[in-house]
């Protein structure tokens, strides 16, 4: 139990609070800085514990994420805390609304997107409880933390909507992280995203692979075909029959041009966009992501170690002023008052620094909360980009199949035009005349 | 010079006249016997010579041609010269008449072809003037001999009408022989109708090499198509993206069978149709036509040796008998009248025998000009039969082609419906579904 004793809260001088102090004046200059606030656990455990004015904390973070080639939105925290505005850059496809509820929120876009529809819910005024007005007991009961995040236990706490209700976002599924099949090691949520990135990365590669494998085979084909329309055989058909014949053949060739054109597109136009659409540098970048938000956890874990330690030092001073203060009432004495005037100074000292570790690992979880929603959006819509990349080049891939279609009966309407031409009397009527011997008839010898 | 002397002329007792014998009875027991008249020199020399009553010598040979396959004609010379009648079998295209003119024929076929049409024109009575009423020297001037066949010299004889005007037949063009280029040796008329028919042959198994060729293509094209079809590239694209992948692949797999069928069909409906359309026989059946026809020809050239060796035999004859004409009249003796009377009956007999000869040439020149006509206009009719399947084959390839192509299309309509219904909300709601993590979001920690 902490005394009721209210700490000087120590002013928070850290790298984030300044880059707060940055964005709360308004300042734009740096675009790849964001902030996000908790969905507080604002009147936790049913009204047990003190209730009264409670304080709001604002918690807000920055840092440079840095991603290339990817659109950066800005989440900012309102410092007004029971104001929660939601802003969502516009989308091309579907722009669902993003609804925060009992959080703050400011959402910009330091691309040229617009913004569209500013509006959200705002249904619980955000903040934490102050601490000295709780019991640590009520505390554990409604609260868990688990691998150093810290979540509401079922059924305690405010009911939470989601951020996103009825678009199966990202960034209202990936909250936990996941076990193992083994159980042994768990992955986080984020990690199951990024994973996903790196399939759909995986399967446009394999796509254009397999049109790659499409274009070989019409190249093939073509080469062939073509070998095949300038073979000599029967060139030397004669007269309708073989002008079909060698239409037949100049077709053929046609036709091998078709497929080679056929084959040439399929190249440009759906396998190089397949293939180059993300390039390298998207893995990279996937890294960067990942490198960034398991920093936020480890840093998060070393928060929590910190709030741990503190938890337990303040244990320990509170103890110590216990025994003191027992000793005391056996045997009053100066130095003895002296010890116990110390002891609460320690332990106050204690509930202090204990206060401030809770604050910044709450900082570091709100910083990571908010780099989850960020980062899990932006996922979300690079997987939007993907498929809609990937449909618009299948659909590519039908409109050439059918192109070559057309363009292939095409070449067989002059073929049909000249087998309609043949006419065995005329044949005979030129061979004859150009291999005729002699068309005087023989007569009977006389003696 | 001749004397006046009609010896009697030997009655013909050759094997074709007993052929002809059997015709003339009506008998139609050998299908394969023919006969022919040739367009005989009546009225030559533009009214010089003896006029009169001028005998027909109706001239006929038969013999055994053995073609397999083919529908034979039997084309027999009428008895009456004046009434010459023709009759040809009924063609499946164009149906010309044939006309014979100056020439007695008369055509039948023992296949089930029935006749049509069989009145022809008849402008000149055939035959052949009485060699007992020509002067040699006249017919010296009016006719020639070429390579053992007699023709009439350019500007003599009656006019030649073709035997099927407007019709380049083949057998009104191929009377004489055809000179080399080097001037060598001479190829017969007949020849040149024989190599066409030998270029045609391969002609249509060059082009069945072709189809075949093309066979192949598409049967490696197929199989290629099928193999990518089955490969497992992008087979773990999820959701409404995948369907319509899957169903690309899946219409590779069609397209695929689609040019295995083209292939197949090409196969047995262009291909072979092609190749075995007059198999090995064929080339066997013209070496027949061409031993016939040779055979024709060395038999006409013993009949001219023998009709030169009579001439001079008649000519030494004479001699003999003028020489000892001129004796008697000089010593008129019993010895040398009876002398005379030898020499003048061996006289009459060399021209008899020149007589026998002469005829005898003629009837084989007759039986090779029968022959000529019937296998000339035999030859004709395959190559317009073979003129016709090709094109018929050809316009199967062509429509081949086409319905592999709407077949083609059609096989593209399903990925174009399955790419129509790709939803990138759709596909992440399936996949959020089933790796969601949790969605209960973090609460910061109290103390």
């Known amino acids: 139990m ?9 002013t928070h001088v850290t790298r984030y609070e300044s880059d707060e102090a940055e964005q709360e004046s308004g300042s734009q200059g740096r675009g790849s800085r964001l902030a996000f606030g908790l969905n507080g656990p604002l009147r936790s455990g049913g009204g047990g514990g003190g209730g009264g004015g409670q304080n709001v904390h604002s918690r807000s973070g920055g840092c ?4 290339v080639g990817v659109a950066r939105r800005h989440v900012l925290l309102s410092k007004d805390g029971r104001q929660p505005r939601c802003v969502e850059g516009r989308r091309e496809s579907g722009s669902p609304r993003l609804e925060v509820r009992g959080m703050m929120m400011e959402a910009s876009f330091d691309t040229e997107e617009s913004f569209d529809d500013p509006s959200c819910l705002a ?7 102050s601490p000295a007005k709780r019991q640590i007991k009520e505390v554990k009961e409604t609260k868990a933390t688990i691998n150093c995040v810290t979540f509401p236990l079922p059924g305690e706490g405010p009911e939470q909507q989601l951020l996103k209700p009825d678009e199966w976002s990202y960034c209202d599924y990936f909250w936990a992280d996941k076990k193992d099949p083994q159980g042994a090691t768990s992955l986080p949520g984020f990690e199951v995203l990024l994973q996903k990135q790196l399939k759909g990365k995986q399967m446009q590669k394999e796509m254009s ?13 073509a080469k062939n075909l073509s070998k095949l329309s300038l073979s000599p055989l029967a060139a030397q058909e004669e007269g309708t029959l073989g002008e079909a014949w060698t239409q037949l053949k100049k077709s053929l060739h046609d036709e091998a041009e078709v497929h080679l054109k056929f084959a040439n597109k399929l190249h440009t136009e759906v396998e190089k966009p397949l293939l180059t659409f993300r390039g390298d540098h998207f893995k990279k970048d996937l890294k960067k992501y990942d ?8 840093q998060l874990a070393s928060r929590f170690a910190s709030v741990e ?4 030092a303040l244990a320990d001073r509170q103890k110590d002023l216990e025994v003191k203060t027992q000793q005391l009432e056996v045997k009053l004495s100066n130095k003895t008052e002296e010890d116990i005037k110390k002891a609460r100074r320690k332990s106050t000292q204690a509930g202090d620094d204990l206060m401030r570790c809770v604050d910044l690992y709450n900082q570091t979880q709100s910083k990571w909360f908010e780099e989850m929603v960020t980062a899990s959006m932006e996922l979300e819509k690079l997987e939007v980009e993907r498929i809609e990349w990937i449909q ?8 050439l199949r059918h192109e070559t279609d057309m363009f292939n009966q095409s ?3 002059p073929v049909d035009q000249l087998l309609q031409n043949v006419d065995p009397s005329k044949d005979r009527e030129l061979w004859v005349k150009e291999n005729k011997t002699g068309e005087v008839r023989p007569v009977d010898m006389d003696i």
């Open 392 to 399: 618009q080049h299948l659909r590519q891939y039908t409109t």
């Open 411 to 413: 070449t067989v309407e």
């Open 209 to 221: 692979e397999f049109i790659h494998e499409r274009t070989k085979i019409e190249e093939e084909y």
């Open 123 to 129: 249904s619980q005024p955000p903040g934490s409880v």
């Open 291 to 298: 490198h960034h938000m398991a920093d936020l956890r480890k």
């Open 309 to 312: 330690k503190a938890r337990k």
């Open 2 to 10: 902490i005394p009721g004793q209210r700490g000087s809260h120590p």
């Open 64 to 67: 440079q994420l840095a991603v």
